[in-house]
């Protein structure tokens, strides 16, 4: 069965960073778009990052463009997402997702079909 699973979430303050990994079990990647997506409480969930399923292709949000990094592995299995210059307003779960697809990405949770269960970033001082 496919899962993914999110892990490297926690408290950090303004400015630090944080790696976030996205495990996928009873799959591999390599014909999958794999997008990050993270939701506040009372806001939508909305999409931050996305990466293609040969990695040659990623996408960010404007609101993260130039902190955070999406990339994933040679093994095909995991996918990371790099955060850096953290700020309170990135406080929200971020989960991975994915939908098979190639040479395709996209920032919209419609379009994704497999999800984790999410992990929580907190930043604050």
């Known amino acids: 069965q496919l899962q993914l699973v999110e892990s490297g979430g926690g408290l950090v303050q303004p400015g630090g960073s944080l790696r976030l990994s996205c495990a996928a079990s009873?799959?591999?990647?390599?014909?999958?778009?794999i997008g990050w997506f993270r939701q506040a409480p009372g806001k939508e969930r909305e999409g931050v990052s996305c990466?293609?399923?040969?990695?040659?292709?990623?996408q960010h949000s404007d609101s993260v463009k130039g902190r955070f990094t999406i990339s994933r592995d040679n093994g095909e299995t995991m996918v990371y997402l790099q955060m850096n210059s953290l700020k309170p307003e990135d406080t929200a779960v971020y989960y991975c997702a994915a939908v098979q697809r190639k040479y395709y990405c996209s920032g919209s949770p419609d379009d994704f079909n497999y999800w984790g269960q999410g992990t929580q970033v907190t930043v604050s001082s």
């Open positions: 990466i293609s399923s040969s990695g040659r292709s990623t």
């Open positions: 009873g799959f591999t990647l390599d014909s999958y778009a």
